[in-house]
């Protein structure tokens, strides 16, 4: 080796040294080599084994210290953005995220980024190419959310790289501001009145009474249908009775595009039972109790609450057009979701005078903030009848005379002459009020 080549290998020994000790380590449950060499970096996946990658590591060293730069042979053809999306698929996105969400992420490298970026080297999409793609999509008249979503998805994958040493910086950060102009969401979600509320669940009755039930803890408890579908009896505390507080449900389940999950915010909730609620839900356990008993199945708590006709998860698409529309015909009241049954409950409770707080913790939402968004509008100091008191013409107000602690004194009119006892007792040193002259404060 040349003296060039000597030193050149020294100073990479050096720097492999301290950064592979440092970076070498486990990230999201596996461990990844990082080499950093003259503005040169490289990224290997070991895997979840530790001493496998100080293997690999002591072995990446000892070709170094030897000239030997095959390691960075690869990095002369940079891997495809269709082959990292690939990867960044199966090793994140199928394994940190839900099924649906994974699917919403490979439908949006399919319908947006696949098409424009696919062939591209991960390296040269720039940031002015994710601009050019997001004013696009805006000329498209696509929703706000869509983008973001496509931005979101984009963003992400390049995190990733970043973090393994494929990217030195992200090009799809901060642009979130660029989609501002794109047009927003129509309708954030309907809320029914609390007479129509009434109405619907009485026609309910009447459509459907085996359904009847489950509309009231609709509305009653803001569950998402998925949530209601997948309500298990084990996950339902009645109490001793009506007057008792100690009534509520537990939200573990969910039911999303035909799979048990999880709830969307991962994490268990409680949600408060009315006294209505409480009453049917006694009624119908009753009678499950007595099917069990008869069946020789004592034991209802893994059973779900409102199953479907053969005994099974109950489909929320089928429940909404077989029963929840002819519901909304019989009660006369204009077409909306499932999910707007939701959004009654957290219309209702802070029409109610609930707090945001509240609302915000039986709904189940991430943040308060997003409980503000949805049903801020709503907030009773919104009403239009707080603006028009400030029609109202205020009375004049009558005039009351001011109150004083001494005793009122006859006023001075004209030259009208001060007796000189009067002054002599107006303080000082006769002692009527103070002796210290300094205090110009009388009351004191």
Known sequence: MSPEDQEESAYLNEVLTVLLDSLARKIRGKWYLVIDYRN?????VIGADRKLAEQVRRAVEAKLSLGDMG??????????????????????????????????????????LRPRFGKKQLDQVSRDDIKV???????????????????????GMFNQAVEEGALSANPASRLGRFTRTAKGTETKGTALTSVEAATFLEAAKEICLEYHPLFLVALRAGLRRGELVSLQWGDVQLGKDENDENRFFVVRNNYVRREHTTTKSKKHRRVDMSREVRKELAILRDQRLLTAFLSGANDITAQLVFPGPDGGILDPDNLYHRYFLPVLTKAGIRKIRLHDLRHTFGSLLIQAGASIVYVKEQMGHSSIQVTVDTYGHLIPGANVSF????????????????????????????DTQIPSEVVDLLGGGAWTRTTDLRIMRPSL
């Open 40 to 44: 040169r970096r490289k990224t290997k």
């Open 387 to 414: 603006v028009d008191r400030l029609d109202a013409v205020p009375s004049p107000a009558k005039t009351e005379p001011q109150v004083s602690a001494n005793h009122p004194q006859t006023p001075i009119v004209g």
């Open 133 to 155: 793609m997001i004013n696009e999509l805006i000329a498209k008249d696509l929703s706000r959310n869509t983008i973001r979503n496509a931005l979101c998805v984009i963003r």
């Open 71 to 112: 390691i960075f042979a690869e990095d002369d053809k940079s891997q495809s953005f269709d082959t990292y999306a690939d990867a960044w698929m199966k090793d994140y996105a199928r394994v940190e995220c839900k099924k649906s969400t994974a699917d919403g992420y490979e439908g949006v490298l399919r319908q947006y």
